[in-house]
């Protein structure tokens, strides 16, 4: 079964096809909807076949079904049918939850995305959790997304960013009991050095992901 997995994020959406080699992505931001992703995605992979789709959604994600309209997107997702819109049997998990199931090495491990905001899910004898832990207030009023997302960077800059990514992975690992740290997402880069017990994840490990949500029985999107 040939599985197209899309990873929906606040500034892009990337397409990758089960066993291919190219990710192809297009721009996302605060207008887009889900009819328009889904109307960009069958034009970008017009030329591509495949039997079934997973997207790794940037909100919380129950039973399967997308349960609140995203932070960082337009409108209309939150009862969308993905099915009929791409006429293919479609699975939907948390886009954290989705590169955190494609980085998973075994034993207690937590995943938090850097990027437009923060992504989180934990992972413990390969039974999944994805998590809204970036929605929890941290300091002054603001959440954990406030000081390690994109805008926090911007606000408060990178050296106190870097600061505030160290302190809030050490609240979460502690908090959570987590064996090991696998940070993930575009700004992992941006860090001068990992903090403690933690690893840096590989945003293509979002598409291994989505492909094992077709392989698993385990996976919990609850």
Not at 48 to 61: C, K, L
Not at 71 to 93: E, H
Not at 114 to 127: K, P, R, V
């Amino acid at each position: 079964m040939k599985i197209l997995v899309i990873d929906v994020g606040g500034t892009n959406i990337k397409l990758k096809l089960h066993n291919g080699e190219e990710i192809r992505k297009f721009p996302s931001g605060p207008l887009m909807s889900a009819q328009m992703m889904v109307d960009a995605v069958l034009q970008s992979a017009a030329d591509w076949t495949f039997d079934a789709v997973t997207i790794g959604y940037p909100g919380p994600v129950v039973k399967g079904v997308i349960a609140l309209e995203p932070v960082n997107l337009g409108r209309g997702w939150l009862g969308f049918d993905f099915a009929a819109a791409f006429a293919k049997p479609v699975k939907l998990i948390n886009d954290a939850a989705m590169q955190a199931l494609g980085s998973y090495q075994g034993g207690r491990m937590l995943f938090l995305g850097l990027g437009t905001g923060l992504g989180s899910a934990m992972i413990f004898d390969g039974m999944i959790a994805p998590m809204e832990l970036g929605h929890l207030p941290y300091k002054k009023g603001r959440t954990f997304e406030e000081y390690v997302g994109n805008n926090g960077m911007k606000r408060i800059g990178r050296r106190k960013w870097q600061a505030a990514v160290f302190d809030v992975v050490l609240r979460l690992r502690r908090a959570l009991i987590a064996e090991y740290v696998v940070l993930g997402g575009g700004n992992v880069k941006k860090l001068d050095e990992l903090p403690p017990c933690c690893r840096a994840g590989d945003n293509d490990n979002a598409f291994v992901g989505g492909v094992r949500m077709w392989e698993s029985a385990r996976v919990e999107s609850s």
